[in-house]
């Protein structure tokens, strides 16, 4: 479904710029909030030298190692946990609202979800799904698409920034089954293999 923002509204740039400045930006945003706290640079020296390395246990311990790591300047582990650890609770808020409504996911990575979902929402087939359609096919539940937008306005209120610079959900949904030529989103299909997912149109592109 199609997620318009403040850049994808811009007429000065061509779709290769936006890309590139979509891209761009967010490899700045994360190296800014989350990377410089997590810095650590490899020691080019192949000299052993004794560290004190911390852990899951309660005191630490010593070692000799060659190539130690070095902090950066910036560096703080315990803020970088709390940013990835936010980003997590996060997944898990979006995973209760879907499931609450009755539907499932496809895939989660990191920060994204790929929501099972058609335009009124339906059953599905789906091997291993829980639900029965005729002939005893096996399914799952997809929410519609209005019930997708529905909890990613949900999570405005979650929106830490600025309104007037960003004013929309901090939950994007993309526009990856947005059919440009239709104006209009489109169906995907998508088969998994274990951590292998392949995600198509329904047109086999």
């Known amino acids: ?51 004190k390395c911390h852990g899951i246990d309660a005191k630490p311990y010593s070692c000799r190692v060659a190539h130690p790591d070095v902090t ?3 560096c703080f582990p315990p803020l970088a946990s709390l940013i990835t650890g936010g980003a997590r609770l996060m997944l898990a808020l979006l995973e209760h609202c879907v499931t609450s409504e009755g ?4 895939m989660e990575d990191t920060d994204s979800m790929a929501i099972v979902a058609t335009k009124q929402g339906e059953m599905v087939p789906c091997p291993g799904g829980p639900h029965r359609m005729k002939g005893e096919r096996e399914a799952i539940r997809a929410l519609s698409w209005k019930q997708v937008e529905s909890i990613a306005e949900r999570f405005a209120a979650l929106n830490p920034y600025d309104r007037t610079a960003i ?3 901090v939950l994007k949904i993309e526009d990856d089954n947005f059919d440009p030529k239709r104006a209009s ?16 149109s329904a047109g086999g592109k």
Do not use: F, H, W
């Open 72 to 74: 950066g300047e910036y």
């Open 103 to 106: 539907g499932t996911y496809a």
């Open 185 to 200: 989103s489109a169906a995907l299909l998508c088969s998994d293999i274990g951590q292998a997912v392949c995600i198509i």
């Open 167 to 169: 004013p929309d959900s």
């Open 1 to 51: 479904m199609k997620s318009e923002n403040d850049l994808s509204r811009r007429t000065d740039l061509s779709d290769v710029e936006k890309k590139r400045l979509d891209k761009a930006l967010k490899v700045l945003a994360n190296a800014a909030s989350y990377g410089i706290y997590a810095e650590m640079n490899r020691s080019g020296s192949d000299k052993r030298v004794s560290v």
